[in-house]
């Protein structure tokens, strides 16, 4: 639907709506890590009162907050420097970015298709991504049972770093392709937050599971 609209003149509305959906899934995101601070603190109790039977799950359980936490971070420092690049801020103006994404006059060239590309393809951003993110897929489902395989298929689906499927004539894109190029900068960012909001669900479904 994307790649439709931009065979258009995408107007400034249609480009405000990604504001709006951005901020929609930054706001979820948020909930599901509240949820998850919520959780752990049962982890830490439990292991106070029995160490040698829950001690193990606790230490399991934020081994996964931490890399759940390094995966969010990365994809909020790639949101950053991508809004830098675009509005020609300077590298220490991390403030000024954040606050850009969040409102609709913020990013000022949300339009932009070239410096997103540029940054997650070309400059081979978009792999390393796709690398830390399934990393961190594998990570989560070593801990699930072979009997629930479709808890694990939930989370595999979740957080899948697989090449969208080909249709009838059409080339094989990859999946930094899907998701970084050929959109305007804040189509790009959105995406960015969208997989956030998911490392954040798989997080809070793994340690309920735990």
């Known amino acids: 639907v994307l790649i439709a609209l931009l065979a258009l003149n995408v107007s400034k509305e249609v480009l405000d709506a990604f504001v709006v959906i951005n901020k929609g899934l930054a706001e979820t995101t948020?909930?599901?890590?509240?949820?998850?601070?919520?959780?752990?603190?049962?982890?830490?109790?439990?292991?106070?009162?029995?160490?040698?039977?829950?001690g193990p799950w606790k230490t399991k359980a934020f081994?996964?907050?931490?890399?759940?936490?390094?995966?969010?971070?990365?994809?909020?420092?790639?949101?950053?420097d991508l809004v830098i690049r675009l509005d020609g801020l300077d590298d220490d103006e991390v403030e000024l970015a954040i606050e850009k994404m969040k409102t609709k006059a913020g990013v000022a060239n949300k339009q932009n298709m070239d410096i997103p590309a540029t940054m997650m393809l070309n400059e081979g951003r978009g792999s390393i991504l796709?690398?830390?993110?399934?990393?961190?897929?594998?990570?989560?489902?070593?801990?699930?049972?072979p009997q629930d395989e479709a808890f694990k298929d939930k989370i595999m689906q979740s957080l899948s770093t697989d090449d969208?499927?080909?249709?009838?004539?059409?080339?094989?894109?990859?999946?930094?392709?899907?998701?970084?190029?050929?959109?305007?900068?804040?189509?790009v960012i959105c995406n960015m937050t969208q997989m956030q909001s998911q490392v954040r669900n798989a997080e809070a479904d793994i340690i309920s599971y735990l």
């Not at 890590?33 to 959780?39: D, F």
């Not at 081994?63 to 950053?80: C, F, M, R, S, V």
């Not at 399934?134 to 489902?141: C, L």
């Open 30 to 54: 948020a909930q599901f890590s509240e949820k998850n601070e919520n959780t752990y603190p049962e982890f830490i109790k439990a292991a106070a009162e029995n160490p040698k039977k829950a």
């Open 130 to 145: 796709k690398e830390e993110i399934a990393k961190f897929r594998d990570f989560i489902i070593d801990f699930v049972k």
């Open 164 to 187: 969208p499927p080909v249709a009838v004539g059409q080339s094989q894109i990859t999946w930094e392709m899907e998701y970084f190029q050929y959109l305007p900068a804040i189509a």
């Open 63 to 80: 081994d996964i907050k931490q890399k759940a936490q390094a995966l969010y971070e990365h994809l909020e420092n790639l949101k950053i």
